[in-house]
């Protein structure tokens, strides 16, 4: 029997047999001391294709938010955040356990802020206010459903955030499939924020590990706070060595889920689903769907469609989110498909 088509996240990956390989052999050393070498080529080799003087290799984007925003502020100060911000909502509240910081939250459109909304959401600076240091971007934006955020729209952000005296810290969790869907290379993708999250364990496919990009000052902060989270690493090139794998392999795939992800929201849509974004507006492997009431109870459509083999998180508020990654092939969608008409009666 064949495994389960698993749409839970593209964090659910397993590494490829080169990451494996990579892994096996990886040439290690104590990078408290610096001496690793895989660790050293994996954060150059990143410094590079971003266009940075640094990158600081951490165990997780969740780590790698936490070091940048820490490196940005202060105790006692503001953040702006768009409101369904995966640093906000998903990251157990580290702005405030660990920042002593007060995150401003503002509703976006699918995810994005304009610049207006982030100048209204800076505070007054005098003795009464919180204030506000940081704006933090998110491309792709996760809870929005995979969106987007342009060059253009970008620039225009950080442009107003400097100009109002704040640094730009962008949770590039998925850079990359942002990269592949905008057709436009990282380094410029990224250039106007100060300060860069990249994610090795999503589309990537990488077991463990992410990266904060940013000026040597700012890698130099990053590795205190690393240190102060309990993150430093021995021999990291272990996991590196699969990291270096993702960078110089596993980018241009992004476009096959991209095409995965639209296909599966044209397919489930017309199975009668309410997909949010609309399928025509998919931007890259995350999709959300609401099972009508009408059609069945959103919790047993997820329990039928596990005994279909297809697996997907519980909804919430009957909506469901899916995600396509480097396990599931355009036939396992069109299977994931008619799996979904099964499951409603319709196939
Ligand atoms: C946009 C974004 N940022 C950061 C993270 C954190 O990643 P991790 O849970 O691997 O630390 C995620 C995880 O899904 C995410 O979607």
Partial sequence: MRDSINLRSDTVTQPTEAMRRAVATAEVGDDYYRDDPTVRALEEKAAELFGREAALFVFSATMANLVSVLSHTRRGQSVILEASAHIFNNEAGFLAAFGGLTPRTVKGTRGRLTPDQVEGAVFPKDVLHPQTSLLCLENTHNAAGGTLLTLAQTEALA???????????????????????????????????????????????????????????????????????????????????????????????????????RRLAVLLAEAGLLLDPPPEEVESNILFAEIPAALMEAGLFVERLR??????NPPRNRRIRLVTHLGVTAEDIEAAGAAVRRVLGKG
Wanted: net charge neutral; with cysteine; glycine share 16%.
């Fill in 159 to 261: 442009a107003r955030a400097h100009g109002l005296g704040l640094k730009v810290h962008l949770d590039g969790a998925r850079i990359f499939n942002a990269s592949v869907a905008l057709g436009v290379p990282v380094a410029e993708l990224t250039a106007p924020a100060d300060s860069v999250t990249v994610c090795l364990t999503k589309g990537l496919g990488c077991p463990v590990g992410a990266l904060a990009l940013g000026s040597r000052d700012f890698v130099g902060e990053a590795r205190r706070w690393r240190q102060v989270a309990g993150g430093g690493m021995r021999q990291g090139g272990v996991v590196a060595a699969a990291g270096i794998v993702a960078l110089d392999t596993m980018v241009d795939r992004l476009a096959e889920d991209h095409a995965n992800a």
């Fill in 307 to 312: 005994g279909e083999g297809v697996v997907v």
